[in-house]
Structure formats: C-alpha cells, structure tokens
C-alpha cells in the first residue's frame, strides 16, 4: 500500500507538465493561476498568439512573458510581455499577483483604466504600461512601497498630477498623456527620484520651489507643456541634473547669469520655444559636460558668449529664432572659439541678427559638422569661405541675407550635400555645372538671387533631387529637357526669368512631379499633351508666358491637380470639359 502512493506520487512529478492542474496547489498557487487566466481573458485579439502557451497543458510558471521564483510554493515575480500586439483591457486581477515584482506591457494596445488594484502590489519595483492607449487616472501607488520605476509614457492618462508614488521611487515617467493640474510640490519628497519625465502633457504652473530639495534629480524633462513663469530658481540647486528640458512652454524672463556654476554635470540644455530673454550667460562655458545646447526660438539678445569654446563634448548648438547680434570683430569671437568644439555636428544660428561678412574661422570648426544653418540674418560679403573645409556638412543655408558675388566652384566638392539653400540674396553669375557633382542632393534653393545665364544640362545628373527653385533670377534659354528625367523631382520653380523655347514633351517623363511654375517666362509653343502623364502633379503654374494653341484635354487625366494658372497667354479654343471641376 505505502510503497503504491509513492509510486502514484512519483507518477504524478513525473507527469506533471501533461496535468499540472491536478496539482497546481503542489507547485503553484492557484491563486495567481486564475488571476492569470483572468488577465488572458480580458485580452480581446492576440494576433501574434503570444498567450498560445497559456493553457492548461503546461505549468503557468512556464507559460510565455510570465516568471515564477523557484522557491514553493512558485508565485508568479514577474510578468513581461513586451510589444506583442495585444488588444484589450488590463484585469484588475493582476492585483490578486502578490508577489509580483515586474509588470512590463508597454508597446501594446491595452485600452481603459489602469486597475487599481496595482496600487495593491508590495512587492512591484517596476511597473512599465508606456506606449498604450490607456485612459483615465493614475491609480494611487503610495502603498507599492518598494516601486522604483513608474513607466506610464504615450498612453491617453489624464487627470489632475497627483502625488500618488511610493516615496523610493527613481524614476517616474508619465510623458506624452492628457494630464493637468500643477506639479505637486510633495513629489520633492520623493528624494531617491532620479528621473522624472513629464514632457508633452498639459501642466500648468511652474516647477515647484521644493524641487531644490532632490539630492539626486538627474534628469528632469517637462517640455511641451503650459509651464509659465520666470526661469525656476530650484534647478539652481539641482547640482545632479545631467538633462534639463523645458522646452515649448510658456516660461519667460532671464535665466540667472551664473546658472551654469550650479549645473557641472549638465549634458542636455533645453529651453527652446519659450519667451526667455536677456544674454546668454558667460556661465555656459563652465558647465564643462554639455553635449547638447537648444534654446531657440526664444528672444535672447546680445552676443554669442566665447565662452563657448570651452564646452569640448558640445555635439549640438542650436541658437536659431532669437536677437543675438555680432557687430563687430569682437562679437565674432564666438566662431573661432567654437573651433574647440571638435565633435560639433550641429549649429545653428539662423534668423537672428548676425551682420557683416563670416569670418574665415567658419573653415575652422568642426569637420564633423553636418548641419551649419546661417539663414535669416544680415551677412554679406561674397559666398562665406571656410564651408569647402567641412566635408561632412549635409546642409548648407545660408538663405535671407545679403550676400553677394558668384558662388565657387569648390561648392561641387562637398560630396555630402542634400541640401543647398542660397535663396534671398544677391549672388549673381552662372549656376555652377560642379553642382553636379553633389550625388546625394535633394533640394537647391537659389530662388531670388541674381543668376544669369543658360540652366546647365547637368542639373539632369542629379539623381535624388526633389525641390529645385530658381525662380526671381535672370536666367535665359531654353529649358533643359534633363531636368524632367530625375526620377525623383516633386518641385520644379523657375517662375519670374526669361526662359525661351517650349516647354519640352519631356516634361511627362515627371511621374513625381507635384509642383511646375513657369510663370512669368517668355515660353512659347504648345503646351505639350504629355504634361497629362504627370500623375502627381497638383499645382501647374503656366502664367504670363507666350503659349499658344489649345489646352490639352489630357490635364483632365491628372486627378490629384488642384491648381491650374494658364493666365495671361496666347491659348485659344474652349476649356476642355475634363476641366471643369477645377
Ligand atoms: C495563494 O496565495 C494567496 C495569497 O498569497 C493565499 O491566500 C492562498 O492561500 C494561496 N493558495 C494556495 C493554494 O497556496
Ligand atoms: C498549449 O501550449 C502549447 C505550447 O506550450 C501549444 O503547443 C499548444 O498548442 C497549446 N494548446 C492550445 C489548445 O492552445
Ligand atoms: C521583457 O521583454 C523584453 C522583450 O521581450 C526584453 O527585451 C526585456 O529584457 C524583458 N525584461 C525582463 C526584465 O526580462
Ligand atoms: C482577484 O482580483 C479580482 C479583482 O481585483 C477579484 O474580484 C477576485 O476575486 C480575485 N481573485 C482571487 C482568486 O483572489
Ligand atoms: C494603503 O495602505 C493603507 C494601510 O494598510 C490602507 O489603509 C490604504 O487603503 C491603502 N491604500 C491603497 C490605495 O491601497
Ligand atoms: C518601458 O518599456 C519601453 C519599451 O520597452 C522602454 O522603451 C522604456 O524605456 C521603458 N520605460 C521605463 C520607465 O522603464
Ligand atoms: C505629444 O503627444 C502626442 C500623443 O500623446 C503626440 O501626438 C505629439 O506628437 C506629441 N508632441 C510632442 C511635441 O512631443
Ligand atoms: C511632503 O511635502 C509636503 C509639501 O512639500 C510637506 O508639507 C509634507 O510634510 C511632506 N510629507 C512628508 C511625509 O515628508
Ligand atoms: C538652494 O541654493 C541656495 C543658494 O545656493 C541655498 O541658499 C539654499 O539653501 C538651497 N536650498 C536647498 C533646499 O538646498
Ligand atoms: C502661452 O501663453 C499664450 C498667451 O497667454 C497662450 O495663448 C498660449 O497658448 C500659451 N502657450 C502654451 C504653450 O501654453
Ligand atoms: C522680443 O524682444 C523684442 C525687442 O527686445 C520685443 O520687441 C518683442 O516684443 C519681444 N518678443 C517677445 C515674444 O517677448
Ligand atoms: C581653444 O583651444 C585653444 C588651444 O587649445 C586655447 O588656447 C583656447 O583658449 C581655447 N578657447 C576657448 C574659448 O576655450
């Protein structure tokens, strides 16, 4: 008898993976079971069968994304089902999952409440539901008591910001959800915090005075928001902070002149697209860790510190859309500083109000560099020497100022290039055929200059262009029938010139083609029925040329047009009726 029980019992072990359910309350509990099967039951569509494992023919300690710790009787530790497509609701019954210590769903569609009995889980540390479509509050956390991570991002949250979170929590992340209200001030006493992220919801307020409590705040990022205020005084003492973004708000006045004294681990500086004035302070040079620096589209005043040189890590600088000014020698120092910067990719001081000519120091900065925007400022002087030294610039914009004379050869060894945009000068001469050179290019702005001469052929070589404008110039001759076989053109503008001849059958060729102005030429001749094969086309401007002969039916055919100016020609006969609802 004794010896039979053993026997069934050990028939049992060895068979318990085929009826594990027998027995669940020998190696599992049955409770965490159920709750389980109560989560997988709340889960509408499961496309990628990421719960095919979960059913009653193995152990739920080895059904996928779910963990159990070795120790009887085995309790579910963590349940991890990472970007599987899940559709559904999340039960309240993962609460029932006492000894939970990770819950990670994010990258799924899970809609409606976060349950509230998470908020019941003593043993969770690490809670990730970002990148759902979650709605409503955020349950209160305050018991969770060994949380550390909070992982709430791109879901639909809303609600006033409570102070809801376990005091031992490091990092909180609720970016880009719905919720309101200001930020608690109590949140400061949450003093092991070490990231908090709350960009792109819709707080108003300031941050917290309190804040300059946090011993170990290292990242705080509450851009895209409807903050408001002077600069906060509490990042002053946040002598941790590696990242600081407040970027898209509405905060205004200074920033303090010695700010960066207090920030010596600062990496990311972010306060673009806010109301902040006054100078850049001397005090940027100091904070010796800052890689990335973006404080656009502010209205900050006054010079380019030279301090700036001393940031060697600094790897983006972005300073577009302000008043700083350079005058003089003096103000320019900035740029043969900014040389020391050697790992710099990015720079950026377009539309502000930088006068006179560049000085030759730009061939001193960094040859990483891939951005160098200069647009929207009063330089002049002729084409700014220094770019053919930067061989790894993919934009030049140089765009909105007064320079003039002719653009250099050397303007087709920058292999790199995507992007050329000189419009809104006075450069004058022939377009350059070196440009042809420039494989990557995609778009050449030279509208609104001073060119003359023939459209060289080789524009035709190009053969990722997308956008090509040379409108407002004084270009001649015929149209290059070339330009109409780059397979990728979308924008063609050569309005406001003296262009002769036809408008070449070629044009056709043009399957991308969404934009044609001519306006404003001497062209003359038919207008060739193959302009009808340009699918794309949505804005056809043909006015105030010399056209003549009819219009062709076929541009009833391009059923994505939406503009059509044939004004002020030479046409004759009726308006197609393919025309007609134009
Ligand atoms: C499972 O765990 C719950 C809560 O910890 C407990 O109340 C229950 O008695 C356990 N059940 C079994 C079968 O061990
Ligand atoms: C149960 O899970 C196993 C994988 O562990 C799977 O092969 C089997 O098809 C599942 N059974 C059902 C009925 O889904
Ligand atoms: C959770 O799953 C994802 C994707 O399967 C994996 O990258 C991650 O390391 C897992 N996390 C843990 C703690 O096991
Ligand atoms: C699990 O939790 C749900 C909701 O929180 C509750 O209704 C249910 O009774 C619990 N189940 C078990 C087995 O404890
Ligand atoms: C937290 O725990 C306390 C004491 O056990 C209890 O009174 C309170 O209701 C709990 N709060 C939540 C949200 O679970
Ligand atoms: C949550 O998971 C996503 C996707 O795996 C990850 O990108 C993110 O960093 C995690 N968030 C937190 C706070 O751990
Ligand atoms: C803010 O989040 C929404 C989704 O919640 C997203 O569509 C939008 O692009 C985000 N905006 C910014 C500036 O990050
Ligand atoms: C939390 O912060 C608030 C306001 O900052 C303060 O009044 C309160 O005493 C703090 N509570 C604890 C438990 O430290
Ligand atoms: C913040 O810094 C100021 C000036 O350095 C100092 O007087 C103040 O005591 C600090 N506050 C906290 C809470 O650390
Ligand atoms: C900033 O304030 C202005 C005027 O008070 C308001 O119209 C605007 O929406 C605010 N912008 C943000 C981002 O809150
Ligand atoms: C920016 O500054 C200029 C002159 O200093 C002022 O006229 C303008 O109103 C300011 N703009 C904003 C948005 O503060
Ligand atoms: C740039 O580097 C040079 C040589 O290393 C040094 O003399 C100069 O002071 C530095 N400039 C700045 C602004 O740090």
């Known amino acids: 008898m004794k010896i039979t029980a053993v026997g069934l019992f050990l028939w049992v072990i060895m068979t318990s993976s085929l009826v594990p359910m027998m027995c669940s309350s020998l190696y599992g509990n049955e409770t965490d079971r159920l709750s389980l099967l109560q989560f997988k039951k709340a889960i509408s569509l499961d496309p990628q069968q990421a719960l095919i494992s979960w059913n009653d023919s193995n152990h739920f300690c080895s059904w996928e994304g779910v963990s159990c710790r070795m120790k009887n009787p085995r309790r579910v530790i963590s349940l991890n089902l990472t970007n599987r497509g899940l559709v559904g609701q999340i039960s309240p019954s993962l609460g029932n999952l006492t000894f939970l210590r990770y819950l990670s769903l994010p990258t799924n569609s899970f809609t409606g409440d976060i349950p509230l009995s998470l908020g019941h889980l003593h043993h969770l540390k690490t809670l990730n539901l970002s990148k759902n479509t979650l709605h409503g509050n955020i349950p209160d956390f305050k018991n969770c008591s060994n949380l550390k991570v909070i992982g709430l991002g791109d879901n639909q949250l809303s609600g006033q910001f409570n102070n809801n979170f376990p005091a031992g929590l490091q990092m909180l992340v609720l970016a880009a959800n719905e919720i309101t209200g200001t930020i608690p001030s109590s949140l400061a006493n949450i003093t092991s915090l070490q990231v908090l992220s709350i960009r792109n919801n819709s707080i ?45 708000n509405n905060l205004s006045g200074e920033i303090p002149s010695n700010l960066f004294d207090f920030l010596p681990q600062i990496q990311l500086f972010a306060l673009d697209s806010n109301l902040f004035r006054g100078h850049i302070p001397n005090s940027l040079g100091n904070a010796s860790k800052l890689q990335q620096v973006d404080i656009s589209s502010n209205n900050f005043t006054g010079v380019i510190p030279g301090t700036i040189g001393k940031l060697t890590e600094l790897y983006r600088l972005n300073l577009e859309k302000n008043q700083l000014h350079a ?62 030294y930067l061989c790894n610039l993919i934009s030049i914009s140089i765009d909105s100022n007064n320079f003039s004379g002719v653009l250099p050869e050397w303007l087709g060894s920058l292999q790199n290039l995507q992007l050329i945009g000189l419009y809104n000068n006075y450069f004058t001469g022939i377009i350059p055929s070196s440009l042809s050179n420039l494989s990557q290019l995609g778009y050449l702005y030279l509208h609104s200059n001073q060119f003359y001469g023939h459209l060289p052929p080789s524009l035709g070589n190009h053969r990722m262009l997308q956008e090509l404008t040379i409108g407002y110039n004084n270009i001649q001759g015929m149209i290059p029938t070339e330009i109409f076989t780059i397979p990728t053109i979308m924008l063609i503008d050569l309005s406001l010139n003296k262009l002769d001849g036809s408008l070449p059958i070629e044009v056709g060729n043009a399957k991308q083609l969404a934009q044609l102005s001519l306006s404003s030429n001497k062209l003359t001749g038919d207008i060739p029925s193959t302009l009808g094969n340009c699918e794309s086309l949505e804005k056809i401007m043909l006015d105030q040329n010399i056209f003549s002969g009819s219009i062709p039916t076929s541009l009833g055919n391009i059923l994505s047009l939406k503009v059509l100016n044939l004004s002020q020609n030479n046409l004759s006969g009726s308006i197609p009726p393919s025309l007609g609802n134009l």
């Open 327 to 388: 005058r003089n020698k003096q103000d320019w120092e900035f740029m043969s500083s900014l040389a020391n910067c050697t790992g710099l990719t990015l720079f950026s001081v377009s539309d502000n109000c930088l006068e006179g000519h560049v000085p030759s120091s730009l061939g001193n900065l960094s040859v990483q560099l891939q951005l160098l925007l200069l647009g929207g400022n009063q330089l002049s002087g002729g084409f700014p020497p220094g770019f053919q």
């Open 204 to 248: 108003k307020g300031n941050i917290p005075h309190e804040f300059s409590g946090f011993p170990n705040l290292q990242i705080l990022h509450a851009g895209a928001n409807k903050l408001a205020g002077g600069f906060p005084e509490a990042i002053m003492n946040l002598s941790t902070l590696t990242g600081l973004s407040l970027a898209f």
